[in-house]
């Protein structure tokens, strides 16, 4: 069965503070990976993708890394502020036939403090 | 312009009553998702369109689950005689296509059974 596990389940980190989000999967094949963003309340965004090629991928303080071989990727977020606060979902594409199949982790939630 | 739209976004039902879920997605958007989302936990597929064509059915959980999209745009799910284990965030996706185009998420609907 594919699964994504994620880890921590939660984490509560200083504003200002380093932080690093865990995804392991066992999904195949694989075609791409994506990290999203929940604020309470509100829909999933998407913050990074990334493909079998593709190691390392930065959008702004975020920084997704992929080790296709052992799979797992990992998101780094530097210098949290407050709104960082959200669940960070990882989000494995696989193809099935002529079609593909999402597969959603439980999420990381993150409480970033004053 | 407008994002992936969903209405209401509060639903209490109680027990054995029907609910409709509205989704409007982004003009345009060909493929529309429904996920279920329980608490604390990430979203799971329900069903697939692409345009007014239900291409998968696969995660609708049992047949009171039902979900169309008549004109291709604005799509309902509708639960019939609804039970506790409903209780979830119903969100809503949708994308230009069916590849590697990224989904965009409406804030969902929460869905109380009691």
């Known amino acids: 069965k594919n699964q994504v596990e994620q880890s921590p389940q939660s984490l509560i980190i200083l504003e200002g503070k380093n932080c690093t989000l865990q995804?392991?999967?066992?999904?195949?094949?694989?075609?791409?990976l994506r990290w999203y963003k929940q604020d309470t309340g509100r829909g999933p965004v998407s913050l990074t993708i990334?493909?079998?090629?593709?190691n390392t991928k930065s959008n702004g303080r975020y920084t997704a890394t992929l080790d296709a071989d052992t799979k797992q990727s990992s998101l780094h977020i530097t210098a949290s502020q407050l709104s960082d606060s959200a669940s960070y979902i990882c989000v494995v594409r696989s193809v099935l036939g002529s079609g593909y199949a999402l597969n959603f982790g439980k999420g990381t939630s993150l409480l970033v403090t004053p | 312009g407008a994002g992936v739209s969903q209405s209401p976004r509060y639903k209490v039902a109680k027990r054995g009553q029907d609910v409709a879920l509205r989704c409007d997605p982004i003009s345009g958007h060909v493929s529309l998702f429904w996920y279920q989302q329980a608490l604390g936990q990430g979203p799971e597929f329900l069903t697939y369109?692409?345009?007014?064509?239900?291409?998968?059915k696969s995660g609708l959980p049992s047949d009171r689950f039902f979900a169309e999209r008549p004109e291709g745009s604005v799509s309902t799910l509708k639960i019939q005689r609804t039970q506790q284990e409903d209780s979830a965030v119903y969100l809503c996706?949708?994308?230009?296509?069916?590849?590697?185009?990224?989904?965009?998420f409406g804030p969902g609907t929460r869905l109380t059974v009691t």
């Open positions: 369109f692409q345009n007014e064509a239900q291409l998968d």
């Open positions: 990334m493909t079998f090629s593709e």
């Open positions: 996706a949708s994308s230009t296509g069916t590849g590697e185009h990224e989904q965009y």
């Open positions: 995804c392991n999967y066992t999904v195949s094949p694989f075609s791409n």
